[in-house]
């Protein structure tokens, strides 16, 4: 088990025992060690019970418990906590702003311990009567219940890609010609519909093995299996298809509805044209539509056709076209590898530069950087960099923007850096009016260089916080600020869709990984796939520059 998997166990405990009142101090020191647990550098369960008591924080019967996390994959303790939990209580632990204090008065003041209970609770202004909640939690709760209602369902793009992959190869185990379709292979940044295309001539309908694929009758066809794989919630469809339809089939489901609406100068639809004819390749299909062929992840009914006559000659961002990465976190703050490795991590994977931008002072829940620790993180880079030929590291922070949008140093300790991302990370409730001035000020700022995960959005488990996107899009523009698109699947922020406005006001977009340890940097493909859906070329990719270019970007500002 990993250290994070580890660390869930544990959290979920302490929130348990204090739920039920056990242990308040336990309480606090399992909660408060899971932030110690994920910083670890190395692996917990590679440690002795003696190794693991010498950490700071952890005594002999939370060491005791991970021993036997590590041994069984699972805590006695806890299972007993959860046979006694009502089930509902877990869902209300997603509502956002709900500490376990209220859960608890929720529960054993008011008797709720699921969310339809509360929800009707809310609807009946009862939880705004309520002593230590009032009207603004109670609005806020039912944002959060609405905002959890719509994500039921659904996975984020790099969970459904694991799954969609997994069924694949059970369904290659019957029908080695099968191929994914849909929403995965457009690379949508959350998938709700898991579909594939297999290949068989003739007659005679799909079958599968009934206790791992899971058959709605009522939905399913003799040409379209329907249903469910295991106990994942996530819809699947397996329709068969014919070998001479397969091409026009396939670019078919690999396109949203709207796509295949659009009309050629002929006043045809794509769909129509795709009716007509058996195509061999979608290149051949497109061509012959008056088009030439668009990428699957661009496909979503928005500009694209637009955008492929306007960019005949401009390449989409790929990953081959990456040569650095500029949004990295060490154990200078909260990552799990040293400066050091990060760096010669990113070397070895063909790059040229690495750009670290640990966490400002602010941030004390992630350790910030102090500025003595600026100065002495500078010298070990200047150190390294001094060993390193065609590579080099990049000195960063990502700088809280504050509540009135400043800046987190003063500016002698922010002229030290070759570049700032600035980005928000507290008091993420402002109206659209507080959180826009915020912004603006922070990108008026002469020394941010990055506007980091703009929204602030969690996918599938927190809304971003409102703003005016053009007027902070049109500011960027104007203080020659760069965009990051973070490429953590959990964010995915700025939204794609904003792409192409970005664009039409020569911002550049940066694809930024937002790295907490060395396998991190790969999320940036996450990134470049969002990219290539809102059109990104790799000539307006901050990090597809050299060296010396970006460092020119930087210096302009």
Known sequence: MTNSDIADIIQLTGKL???????????????????????????????????????????????????????????????????????????????????????????????????????????????????????????????????????????????????????????????????EVGQVIRRCETVDLLQFMVIKDGFGGLKFDESTFKQEMKLSSPSAWRGFYKDFQVPIEIEKVASKDFVNKQLMKNSDENHLKFQNEEGITLLSHLSKISFTSEKEAYKTFGYDWIVPEMREGLNEFEWIEKHKNEELVTWDSLKGTVHNHSTYSDGKHTLKEMADYCQSLGFEFFGIADHSQTASYASGLWPETVIKQHKEIDALNAQYQNFRILKGIESDILINGSLDYENDVLASFDYIVASVHAVLNMDIEKATLRLLKAIENPYTNILGHLSGRLLLSRKGYPLDYKKIIDACAANRVVMELNASPYRLDIDWRWIDYCLSKDVMISINPDAHEMKGIHDMQYGVEVARKGGLPKEMTLNCLSTSEILKVFSKK
């Open 17 to 179: 025992l204090d739920l039920h009142d056990r242990d308040e101090m336990r309480a606090k020191t399992y909660i408060a060690s899971v932030f110690t647990l994920e910083r670890l550098e190395n692996p917990i369960s590679e440690m002795s019970q003696k190794e693991v008591m010498q950490i700071r924080g952890f005594g002999k019967v939370l060491s005791a418990n991970i021993e036997e996390i590590v041994k069984t994959g699972q805590l006695s303790e806890l299972q007993g906590l959860i046979d006694i939990t009502p089930e509902g209580i877990f869902d209300i632990f997603k509502v956002k702003g709900l500490g376990v204090k209220k859960i608890k008065t929720l529960w054993k003041d008011l008797g709720i311990d699921n969310i339809n209970d509360l929800k009707i609770a809310c609807e009946n202004n009862k939880i705004a009567e309520t002593k230590g909640f009032g009207q603004k939690t109670q609005d806020a709760i039912l944002e959060s219940l609405a905002f959890i209602q719509a994500q039921q369902g659904k996975l984020r793009m790099d969970k459904g890609a694991f799954l969609s992959n997994a069924i694949l190869e059970e369904i290659k185990k019957r029908y080695p010609d099968v191929y």
